[in-house]
């Protein structure tokens, strides 16, 4: 099948109401894939003032605020009332982004038409109920994830551990990989500003400990605060740079006072702030892929990070940052205290990261996303 005959249907949680990691991945893939000759139709919960006008044509699916005090993202109620405009777009292969209600149905409506579908998996939702009291509840969302993962014709991954983790859960569903990449013109060494950095009280010579990513505990943000009051105990000078919004933000503010909070950040200011860290702690354990630890590569920055399915296959152990064991905070504390005090080894690891983060072009890797249709069309016959 030629680009030119291919339309998509692509159901998404989330495609542009809440700014994150997986909405930006998909807007990109949508623009290139519109590049490319293909026909896309979007189906996705909305808002009236959402924070970026959404990539292609976007129609909006009926939902409900998410119970239990995340109101701010939205769970679609199903796909019946789209239907009319789905039947009327004629897909000829559906894509899914989430395991929720509205990607359950629209893998359903593809295989009751014998239509090739694919899901992408996005994040790590298995991780989610330890951070909420609820950590019960981990083994009935695996076994929940297993059997979404397992009704499509193939699943886009993140990387090779993202692919090992669903077939120790028993996915057998054909893989494909679907990786992320990098805006280079945003996010490189010479969007360092100093004189940003002064304009919030960080001296030239004080180390930048950076947050980056919406302010929610799923993020690590009690690891991080924890971490950073072990830095203190040991006397490692540094100031704590939190970059991002989120409804954790007072509870966060609350256990690293000294933090200096930027607040919201887009576009070539994004850019400017992530490049004047001077080291990025990234413990959260809950992306498949981790788009925040790239973003920091490129831009010349050294990574601490957890030994997790985002930051490993990006960042090489030793050479362009340390990877820990999630567990092991002092792990963590040794790492961040390293290169608070080796300046040297710190810029070698942050010149050694921005040449890794020159491998990953969004067009390369949004055209294996449509290698991956074609292969998933093929095969399905």
């Not at 909405?23 to 293909?38: K, P, R």
């Not at 360092?192 to 010579?205: H, K, N, Q, T």
């Not at 080796?342 to 010149?351: L, V």
Request: hydrophobic fraction near 40%.
């Amino acid at each position: 099948m030629k680009n030119d005959e291919l339309r998509v249907a692509l159901f998404s949680g989330n495609y542009n109401y809440v700014r994150d990691g997986a909405n930006q991945a998909l807007n990109l893939l949508v623009g290139y894939l519109l590049s490319q000759g293909v026909k896309v139709r979007v189906y996705s919960p909305t808002i009236d003032n959402p924070p970026f006008e959404p990539t292609g044509d976007l129609v909006s699916v009926p939902s409900l605020p998410m119970p239990g005090g995340r109101s701010e993202y939205h769970l679609a109620t199903g796909i019946r009332k789209v239907l009319p405009d789905l039947e009327a777009f004629n897909p000829n292969l559906v894509h899914v982004s989430a395991p929720d209600i509205l990607g359950h149905r629209a893998i359903t409506w593809a295989r009751k038409r014998r239509l090739p579908s694919v899901a992408s998996l996005h994040t790590r939702f298995e991780t989610y109920p330890q951070y909420y009291g609820i950590g019960f509840l981990t083994p009935l969302m695996i076994r929940a994830l297993t059997r979404f993962y397992n009704r499509p014709d193939t699943v886009l991954t993140t990387g090779p551990m993202m692919t090992e983790l669903l077939r120790s859960w028993g996915v057998t569903t054909p893989v494909s990989i679907w990786s992320r990449g990098i805006n280079h013109k945003r996010f490189n060494p010479g969007m360092r500003s100093l004189e940003w950095r002064r304009s919030l009280g960080i001296a030239d010579d004080e180390v930048a400990i950076g947050f980056l990513g919406r302010l929610v505990l799923e993020k690590g943000l009690g690891v991080f605060a924890d971490v950073v009051r072990r830095l203190e105990a040991r006397g490692v000078k540094h100031r704590v740079l939190v970059i991002g919004e989120g409804p954790a933000r007072d509870w966060f503010a609350e256990r690293v006072p000294d933090a200096v909070f930027t607040g919201f950040q887009s576009g070539q200011d994004l850019g400017r702030a992530v490049a004047s860290m001077d080291v990025f702690f990234n413990p959260s354990i809950t992306e498949s892929f981790g788009n925040v630890t790239l973003e920091a590569m490129a831009s010349g920055v050294a990574v601490v990070a957890a030994y997790a399915t985002g930051p490993v296959g990006i960042v090489e152990p030793g050479v362009s940052g340390l990877l820990c064991d999630p567990n092991d905070l002092d792990s963590y504390a040794d790492a961040l205290e390293k290169f608070a005090t080796d300046h040297d080894y710190r810029k070698a690891t942050g010149a050694a990261g921005h040449r890794r983060g020159l491998d990953y072009q969004w067009d390369r890797i949004n055209q294996a996303a449509l290698d991956g249709y074609h292969d998933t069309i093929a095969r399905k016959g």
